[in-house]
């Protein structure tokens, strides 16, 4: 018998999987993980975001986490991560930016590597947790 999903560890993982400069919708995350429920995706990001690289799970057409904005546009800079301007405001370029899994083999593993001993060099200790 197969143990039962964990769609919160699945996210988490998938999340950390995503490479610096690079984003996924909410919506992505979930069909990513053959699921409809984005939803669900943003209730794991408030949950557990701050132990996560919330700043690469965007709202559809690039928006930044609801209420995060200012603390995001720091990160996407410091990793490169292309916006455009709007007439109204900023958001990540999803033609530029998007990312997909299946695009760079994504093994599953929580940071893209097959033996699993990479950490993820953009989540520093000294950046304050975001509270969410």
């Known amino acids: 018998m197969s143990e039962p999903f964990d769609f919160g560890a699945a996210v988490a993982e998938l999340v950390r999987a995503i490479p610096p400069g690079r984003v996924m919708t909410y919506g992505g995350v979930a069909a990513a993980l053959g699921s409809?429920?984005?939803r669900q995706v943003g209730?794991?990001?408030a949950h557990e975001g701050g132990d996560l690289p919330w700043w690469r799970v965007v709202r559809a057409g690039g928006l930044p986490p609801a209420d995060h904005e200012t603390r995001a546009l720091e990160?996407?800079?410091v990793e490169g991560t292309p916006v455009v301007q709007g007439p109204t405001?900023?958001?990540v370029d999803m033609r530029r930016a998007?990312?997909?899994p299946d695009a760079d083999g994504w093994s599953g593993n929580a940071?893209?590597?097959a033996d699993g001993d990479v950490a993820d060099p953009t989540l520093d200790p000294g950046f304050p947790?975001?509270?969410f």
């Open 43 to 45: 209730r794991v990001m």
């Open 36 to 38: 409809r429920a984005s």
């Open 75 to 77: 990160m996407y800079r």
């Open 129 to 131: 947790r975001d509270p």
């Open 98 to 100: 998007g990312w997909s």
């Open 89 to 91: 405001a900023w958001r």
């Open 111 to 113: 940071d893209g590597d």
